[in-house]
């Protein structure tokens, strides 16, 4: 520029909004190196990195959403897709407006290469508190991955350490790690409060960055760990709501019934394959609130025999796992399947017991069969070596219990397989029920009293559940300690010291007293 013109002539002008125009939604009059609004206001003004060529930036789709729709713009013929130089000149509208449309219309969304800025969070800076500095997020990371990843592995352990360093710098990238960092902390602490100040901060900054209309993997892969530590902490009917919100979520990122991202992501394996365990990571939270109250209609979308299953889970960690390691529920019936793939198949046999509960006795009695088959074959496996925390046989023995407590009531089912083993109990309750007494003496004598840390929050519904049988079969001659109801308790006494849910369940056996009371009296 000249210098001797005015210096009103010559300010430049931005191709972008500045960040406090487009968070307070107004016009910006894109005056570079500030804004008369700004300028007027007395306040920051900073504009987003401009881009070299607008046309290339825009055909590329944010890696933060979904890319399921692109293959049916890509399929367009040439004289009817709009380009952006045709369409954008005229096509004037914010962020909020950019990420409506991708919802309202995707396909115009993607003809029309629209993205989205990056948008910009205010609460940062305490957030980072909350954090602490790199040795905070490793001692974070080393807990997490030591305990909640060894049941629920849904985190690329090495594609988060190798990305670590990158999100650290890149502003744009911080958000969602210090969430599912946050998330992580959350899920391993001990607490004798469920609603601490750490879950409140969790939460606010979750209603930010969805506020903000940031769709990420790692904002779902957080949201799956609070909905964890809302189930073992008891916080309802949040849990709930979480559970949901995390399905639609996943369902917003694209992956579809077989567990899978579309295709046209084009994502590297080991990325393919962490979607595939966020989102069965979602049927089994899912499905374990239907094992809770299987009344309530699951919100997750079935498995079917073309959904695929985890791979193995030390081959997935170390990143030696290959695409052609996966296998299909159809076609996993005679292969190897590590411990998280036998959870999924798990929770895919959970969905049909809330469809067969009210069914008669032989169809529960041929799922509880294949359920205990299923245990059976984890054991030969070697995948539940540790009974203290394994989680898998946890709720396959639940849903045991849950299909046997539907006959137990004289009032609503009278008939009964004339083949009952042990006082009117099944083969499969029986153990089951013993099963629990396994889970105790590991509780109790091989780690002396020890406080299950690394313990699964699903843990206590199976100890309340069998402890709930044991209250009204005490006659039956089980292999067990002596007074089986109150080893029950005591183990449950033990789990609310890493998971306060268990303090519930005590609450409830409690109420379960109360009516069995009453009803003697009666």
């Given at each position: 520029?000249?210098?001797?013109r005015p210096?009103?002539?010559q300010l ?5 909004s500045?960040y ?6 107004r ?17 920051s003004c ?21 890319q399921?729709?692109t ?5 367009a013929?040439?004289e009817?897709?709009?380009t952006p130089s ?15 449309i991708r919802?309202l219309?995707?396909k ?16 940062l800076d305490?957030?980072?508190e ?9 001692e974070?990371?080393?807990?997490f991955?030591?305990t ?6 849904i ?29 992580m ?14 879950y409140?901060?969790v939460k606010?900054?979750?209603?930010d960055?969805?506020s903000?209309g940031i ?15 809302e ?6 009917p949040?849990?709930?709501l ?5 399905s ?7 992956i ?5 991202p579309?295709?046209s ?9 962490e979607?595939?365990r ?9 499905r ?32 030696t ?11 996993s019936?005679?292969?190897h ?9 798990a ?21 509880r069969?294949?359920i ?18 394994c ?6 023995f639940?849903?045991v219990?849950?299909?046997?407590n ?21 083969a499969?309750?029986?153990?089951a ?12 004598i091989?780690n ?11 843990i ?5 559940l ?8 005490e ?5 067990g ?8 308790k ?17 609450s409830?056996l ?5 009516l069995r ?6």
């Open positions: 520029m000249h210098p001797d210096a009103e002539e430049t002008h931005s191709s972008l500045c406090s125009c487009r968070s307070s939604k016009r910006c009059d894109r005056t570079y190196p500030e804004c008369r609004l700004c300028v007027r206001k007395q306040i900073e504009y987003p990195a401009e881009r070299k060529d607008k046309s290339s930036s825009r055909s590329l789709v944010n890696n933060n959403v979904p399921s729709t293959t049916q713009a890509s399929h013929s040439p009817t897709t709009l045709s369409s954008l000149t005229a096509f004037d509208l914010d962020d909020d407006g950019l990420r409506a919802f219309d995707p115009l969304y993607y003809r029309l290469h629209l993205r989205p800025s990056y948008p910009r969070l205010t609460c305490h957030v980072m909350l954090v602490g500095g790199v040795a905070d997020i490793t974070i990371c080393a807990l991955f030591d909640i990843h060894t049941w629920m592995p985190i690329s352990k090495l594609r988060f350490h190798q990305e670590l360093p990158s999100r650290l710098t890149n502003k744009e990238k911080r958000y969602e790690l210090y969430l599912l960092l946050l998330s902390k959350l899920c391993c602490s001990r607490t004798s409060t469920a609603k601490t100040p750490l409140d901060a606010r900054l979750q209603f960055i969805e903000s769709t990420s993997l790692q904002s779902l892969q957080a949201s799956i760990l609070i909905a964890i530590y189930i073992g902490h008891a916080i309802y949040a849990a709930v979480s559970v949901g919100r995390c639609h979520y996943a369902a917003c990122l694209g579809d019934s077989t567990a899978r579309p295709a992501m084009s994502l590297p394996w080991i990325e393919v394959e979607f595939c966020t989102w069965w990571s979602i049927v089994i939270l899912d374990f609130l239907s094992l809770c109250d299987p009344q309530r209609h699951p919100v997750a979308q079935d498995p079917d025999a073309n959904t695929f299953l985890p791979v193995d889970d030390a081959a997935w960690d170390s990143g796992s290959q695409a052609a390691d996966a296998v299909t529920i159809g076609t019936s005679t292969s399947l590590a411990r998280y793939a036998r959870f999924a198949q929770a895919h046999l959970l969905t049909q017991i809330t469809t067969r509960v009210p069914r008669n006795y032989d169809e529960t009695t041929q799922l069969r294949t205990i088959a299923l245990v059976r074959l984890a054991e030969v496996e070697g995948s539940w070596k540790r009974w203290g925390f989680t898998q046989m946890a709720v396959c639940s849903g219990l849950i299909l046997e539907s006959w137990l009531s004289p009032g609503d089912h009278t008939e009964r397989a004339p083949n009952d083993s042990i006082g009117g109990l099944s499969e309750t029986v153990l029920l013993e099963a629990a007494f396994d889970m105790i003496t590991y509780f109790f091989e002396n009293g020890w406080t299950c840390y690394r313990t699964s929050p699903f206590s519904h199976f100890l309340y069998a402890a709930s049988m044991h209250a009204s079969f006659h039956l001659s089980l292999r300690p002596t007074n089986r109801l109150l080893a029950l005591q183990a449950l006494r033990m789990v609310n010291d890493r998971w306060l849910a268990a303090g519930v369940y005590l409830c409690e109420g379960q007293a109360i009371l009453a009803g003697e009296t009666a």
